[in-house]
């Protein structure tokens, strides 16, 4: 195999051929490797999150209309560093009747369980960590763990407002797993297995084109698993102080910050694998390392996606999401899947044109009811505007005359 | 000693140990969290008899749900003289006696059984594959009618259990 | 290289800790956790004699009995602890010994 086409299936023969030249078992080498690998790609997604943190600072300036950070290098690359720096010297307080071990276990499971969704994502047709064959549900029993480190944070730190912030947290992650993990069936369903690999080698057509509803009800509820805007009610500053992670200072919180934004950017990575078809692209056969190309660069426009409507949309009040959740996204998922499962049934698999028009169809239909349904229901019941009695303007025209005449 | 003997002997005295704690803890919320540790070292025995379907879905299921469940309803039942008291009534000692003859009884019962020590036939990948446990689950001749049944029990249990926890504005003094 | 009576020792011990726990606890909620922790010790149970025993055979039963125990499980928490939380409202105690209105 050549190095340039494809250098890290290159540099993993190398390696095992030189510990086996040194006399290792066999095993002892394979497990030597993986644990290499996982150290490598735990480090650079730590690493790849400094400059996720930059680019997100910079482009959130410049959909407000200001100038992100620009002092500290050219075009402020090296903010990151310093604000890790500043991070690393901060002083660790332990509040007074906290539990030690889940006080410090929470932000170290809080990053473990987001790197654990990168040990099956497939990177390029021969890089991929392992391809286990229910690589999907392992994903969303990773969102599992996640959601215990922030119990865990809640119940540690000795304080109500963390314990309510905690609390909140998990009724919106553990609501908003219920559309993600319906609407996951359809890629289950038109590439016939949960592994990841199987997914993306199936996608020669990416699964976009074939289930837009259930991709956009994918992308709805990853924004929503992250605790993003506009569904970061749980660290408003004028909601809950900060939310779960207010008596962290230092380095433990700095790991409930990256945890954060890498999260986003694994979203970004799994809604590319299962919806936009991962490392496919032209060219991917004989030169596998485009597909990393490919991937990376799908991955940042649907990152990019991710900060647009983080930057322009107002926040959501807990009942508006929990009913956005519950009575908008997960009938519309339930439906998606039975209609797609059936249509997808009705036709055999080789009209290919005929089963993308039939299903393209049947999905606008869906979206147009629902619109429909959601109108009628709004007209019928109109949000009540909550406000005071209105107060008149304070101008010289509203003023009654006697108070004219005192004014003048 | 092989790799996976090894894993097996960690994993194992993660769950017994994490059992023990969690049923001899004073606080309550001690003794849940203890309970998610046992429970993520059995998703771990899952994954060395190589039914990796199951081990996932402990971890979604059992973590991911049920012990998020038992955590809030020991949150919502919290009282402020929480710990007060004996943790152990009158028949703890009693008990000890009668779980280590059941355990005793058990281990003496197997000992005559002449499969003990067998091994795990080697398999290919494709019987492992959770598409077979999918397609018995849907076969008319399979499993398919424990498999709507399981379900009708589950959707009942859930309704009742939402009507049961619902609280009642008109009925409160 | 795992002998099969080294889970079935595991899922008895499991099995027997959970049942110190349904008796000697006094909590409501901790008895429900020790239930779960006998369920738990039932399941390995039956995945490692389906794994050493039947799994070259294409019988599923194994599996599928595992599936109705996870779902029952799950369904048992679910109703459990709406009881618990009913009766709490009601008493306002969680622990066993009180709940004893009916206590003849």
Known sequence: MNFIYDPVPWVINWLTQLLLSWGLSENFVTTLLYLIGAVLICLGAMLFTTMLIWAERKIGGRFQDRLGPNRVGPWGIFQSIADMLKIFTKEYINPVGIDKIPFNLAPVLAVAAVLA???????????????????????????????????????????????????????????????????????????????????????????????????????????????????????????????????????????????????????????????????????????????????????????????????????????????????????????????????????????????????????????????????????????????????????????????????? | MTGMQLIFLIAAAVVVSSAFMSVTSRRMIHAALWFVLALLGVAVIYALLEVSFFAVVQVLVYVGAIAILIIFATMLTRRALEDHGKQFNRATLMTLVIVSVIFAGLVFSLRSWPQLQSMTAPLSADQLDVGVLGLALTAPDGFALPFEVTSILLLAALIGSIYVAYERKEKKK | MIPLYWYLLLAALLFCIGLFGVITRKNAVGILISIELMLNAANINLLAFWRYLYSDTGDLRGQVFVIIIFVVAAAEAAVGLAMIISAYRQKQTVVANEIDSMKG
């Not at chain 1, 837009?212 to 992308?219: N, Q, T």
């Open chain 1, 117 to 408: 969704v990168w040990a099956v994502i497939p990177f390029s047709q021969t890089v991929f960590g392992s391809n286990i064959n229910v690589g999907i549900l392992y994903i969303i029993a990773i969102g599992g763990l996640g959601e215990m480190a922030i119990i865990l944070a809640g119940f540690g730190s000795n304080n109500k407002y963390a314990l309510l912030g905690a609390f909140r947290a998990v009724a919106q992650l553990i609501s908003y797993e219920v559309p993600m993990v319906i609407v996951l069936l359809i890629p289950v369903m038109f590439s016939g297995s949960m592994g990841l690999n199987e997914i993306v080698q199936a996608q020669t057509i990416p699964f976009i084109v074939y289930a837009p509803v259930a991709c956009i009800i994918f992308f709805i509820c990853s924004i929503a698993e992250n605790g993003r805007a506009p569904f970061d009610l749980l660290e408003a500053d004028s909601e809950l102080v900060a939310g779960y992670n207010i008596e962290y200072s230092g380095l433990k919180f700095g790991m409930f910050f990256v945890a954060d934004f890498l999260h986003a950017f694994t979203s970004a990575i799994v809604f590319t694998t299962i919806f936009l078809g991962g490392w496919q692209g032209p060219g991917v056969e004989q030169i596998p390392v485009l597909g990393g190309a490919y991937m990376l660069i799908k991955t940042l426009l649907v990152y990019f996606l991710m900060l647009a409507i983080r930057f322009t949309v107002p926040r959501f009040r807990i009942d508006q999401m929990m009913a956005l959740n519950w009575k908008i996204l997960t009938p519309l998922a339930l439906v998606t899947v039975v209609v797609t499962a059936l249509v997808d049934k009705a036709i055999p698999h080789e009209m290919t044109v005929i089963r993308i028009g039939a299903l393209l169809v049947v999905n606008l239909i869906i979206w147009l009811l629902a619109d429909r349904m959601i109108t009628i229901y709004r007209k019928r019941n109109p949000v009540q505007v909550v406000t005071g009695k209105l107060r008149p303007l304070a101008r010289p025209e509203f003023l009654s005359v006697a108070e004219k005449e005192t004014a003048q």
